[in-house]
Nanobody, 124 residues
Framework: QVQLTESGGGSVQSGGSLRLSCVASGAPVSKNCMAWFRQAPGKEREGVARIGTAGYTTYADSVQGRFTISRDNAKNILYLQMNSLKPEDTAMYYC??????????????????WGQGTQVTVSS
């Protein structure tokens, strides 16, 4: 059974940084497409970043150049380094996995194994 556990969230001021971690059990992060999503109150869950088995990455336009997704295959951990945080980045952040994805779209319906999430709050 796949279990994903997120951590690393917190409260920071605008311009600050956080690094989120997602510990995976039951599924190698190196053999899955791994992704970070976020959901703000009253909004739909949106894809933030994803990394494929070959290391290919994509980012939402809103975080391009500020966020970096990476993984440690030996530790089986997925990361999301978030720099230059903005108040609009405030949301619950989740990691998820997919054995195969359609790279032409980035939607939560294509992913599973959702963890409990970790809250990120950015104040102005």
């Amino acid at each position: 059974q796949v279990q994903l556990t997120e951590s690393g969230g917190g409260s920071v001021q605008s311009g600050g940084s956080l690094r989120l971690s997602c510990v995976a059990s039951g599924a190698p992060v190196s053999k899955n497409c791994m992704a970070w999503f976020r959901q703000a109150p009253g909004k739909e869950r949106e894809g933030v970043a994803r990394i494929g088995t070959a290391g290919y990455t994509t980012y939402a336009d809103s975080v391009q150049g500020r966020f970096t997704i990476s993984r440690d295959n030996a530790k089986n951990i997925l990361y999301l380094q978030m720099n230059s945080l903005k108040p609009e980045d405030t949301a619950m952040y989740y990691c998820a996995r997919a054995e195969d994805v359609d790279w032409s779209r980035f939607v939560s319906e294509d992913f599973g194994g959702w963890g409990q999430g970790t809250q990120v709050t950015v104040s102005s």
